[in-house]
């Protein structure tokens, strides 16, 4: 089976850097994900790594290793509007492209 | 539109009834997912479609759960005698292929269905 951990809620301020970690235990998956979800709204994409390492896309970093079974989304130049909740998600192996979502992280960020 | 829609934005129903709930995904997207989002928490996958057949059905949670597709297009997924623990959010998302390899294919979410069995 497969499964994905996030910390519950990160706090941070404006202008600060966060990292929002996501641990798994999956047998073998394409890549891992990142979405975002403003409360009530729909998730979106944020980025996404096939190998190992860092991809960036502006303000937002996501990085992966999976000989350690662990990736993490990076925030920078915090703003109020990124405040939401933040999801990685893997596509697993097989035929189908379908998602398994982590538990979700749910980041306030304070003035 | 551009984006996936779904209709009813909200549905309260009572327990035992059957609801439909739709999606409109992106022109031109192959592929179809429904995925269930309960309070707090992460999104399930409930079943996938690549044009109008369904390879995985494995998320549906019970056999009053069923979906399809027309015209590889426009969804319904159906809850016949409806009970508490289905109330949810209810997302739809399309991509543009299913089988992507290595590479990423990006999955858009429509805004969802809240159901609520009262």
Redesign the interface.
Request: with cysteine.
């Given at each position: 089976g497969q499964s994905l951990e996030q910390p519950s809620e990160v706090t941070a301020v404006e202008g600060a850097i966060v990292q929002i970690n996501c641990t798994y235990q999956t047998s073998g998956f394409?890549?891992l994900?990142w979405?975002q979800q403003h409360d009530g709204?729909?998730?979106?994409?944020l980025s996404?790594n096939?190998?190992d390492g860092l991809e960036e896309t502006g303000r937002f970093s996501s990085f992966l290793s999976r000989s350690d079974s662990y990736g993490y989304l990076l925030l920078q130049e915090l703003q109020m509007k990124d405040s939401a909740s933040y999801?990685c998600?893997v596509?697993v192996l097989g035929?189908?492209?379908?998602?398994?979502?982590?538990?979700?992280t749910l980041l306030a960020v304070q003035p | 539109g551009a984006g996936v829609s779904q209709s009813p934005s909200n549905k309260v129903t009572e327990k035992g009834k059957d609801v439909e709930l739709r999606c409109d995904p992106i022109s031109g997207h192959t592929a179809l997912y429904w995925y269930r989002q309960s309070l707090g928490q992460g999104l399930e996958f409930l079943i996938y479609f690549q044009g109008n057949s369904a390879p995985d059905k494995s998320g549906l949670p019970s056999d009053r759960f069923s979906a399809e597709r027309t015209g590889g297009s426009v969804s319904t997924l159906t809850i016949q005698r409806t009970q508490q623990e289905d109330s949810a959010v209810y997302l739809c998302a399309s991509s543009f292929s299913s089988w992507v390899g290595g590479r990423t294919d990006t999955q858009y979410f429509g805004p969802g269905t809240r159901l609520t069995v009262l």
């Amino acid at each position: 089976g497969q499964s994905l951990e996030q910390p519950s809620e990160v706090t941070a301020v404006e202008g600060a850097i966060v990292q929002i970690n996501c641990t798994y235990q999956t047998s073998g998956f394409y890549g891992l994900s990142w979405y975002q979800q403003h409360d009530g709204g729909a998730p979106t994409f944020l980025s996404y790594n096939a190998l190992d390492g860092l991809e960036e896309t502006g303000r937002f970093s996501s990085f992966l290793s999976r000989s350690d079974s662990y990736g993490y989304l990076l925030l920078q130049e915090l703003q109020m509007k990124d405040s939401a909740s933040y999801f990685c998600a893997v596509r697993v192996l097989g035929a189908t492209n379908k998602l398994i979502f982590g538990t979700g992280t749910l980041l306030a960020v304070q003035p | 539109g551009a984006g996936v829609s779904q209709s009813p934005s909200n549905k309260v129903t009572e327990k035992g009834k059957d609801v439909e709930l739709r999606c409109d995904p992106i022109s031109g997207h192959t592929a179809l997912y429904w995925y269930r989002q309960s309070l707090g928490q992460g999104l399930e996958f409930l079943i996938y479609f690549q044009g109008n057949s369904a390879p995985d059905k494995s998320g549906l949670p019970s056999d009053r759960f069923s979906a399809e597709r027309t015209g590889g297009s426009v969804s319904t997924l159906t809850i016949q005698r409806t009970q508490q623990e289905d109330s949810a959010v209810y997302l739809c998302a399309s991509s543009f292929s299913s089988w992507v390899g290595g590479r990423t294919d990006t999955q858009y979410f429509g805004p969802g269905t809240r159901l609520t069995v009262l």
